[in-house]
Nanobody, 124 residues
Framework: QLRLKESGGGSVQAGGSLRLSCAVS????????MAWFRQAPGKEREGVAA???????TYYADSVQGRFTISQDWRNTVYLQMNNLRPEDTATYYC??????????????????WGQGTQVTVSS
């Protein structure tokens, strides 16, 4: 069983930055698509950023393009660098992993493994 653990959430003012981490543990990692999702109260979960095959491709939602950066290191830990945060970025952020095609990854159709989430709060 693969386990994902998010960390790095917190409270910041608008314009600030946070870096989220998603640590992978369990059995031998083989998922080729890792993604960050978020869910705000009363809203549906949405894909934010995804990384395919360790960085061959990266994908971003329009709402975060140019502000967020997804990356992955040699331990398969996935990061989400969030800059110029806005109040509308407030949500619980989740990490997910799956083995899918690049196209499927680009559409954030990632749902095999999930973390428990980390809260991000941006105040105006």
């Amino acid at each position: 069983q693969l386990r994902l653990k998010e960390s790095g959430g917190g409270s910041v003012q608008a314009g600030g930055s946070l870096r989220l981490s998603c640590a992978v543990s369990g059995y031998t990692f083989s998922s080729n698509c890792m993604a960050w999702f978020r869910q705000a109260p009363g809203k549906e979960r949405e894909g934010v950023a995804a990384i395919y095959s360790g960085g061959t491709y990266t994908y971003y939602a329009d709402s975060v393009q140019g502000r967020f950066t997804i990356s992955q290191d040699w331990r398969n830990t996935v990061y989400l660098q969030m800059n110029n945060l806005r109040p509308e970025d407030t949500a619980t952020y989740y990490c997910a992993a799956d083995t899918v095609s690049p196209s499927t990854c680009s559409y954030f159709r990632v749902n095999e493994y999930w973390g428990q989430g980390t809260q991000v709060t941006v105040s105006s």
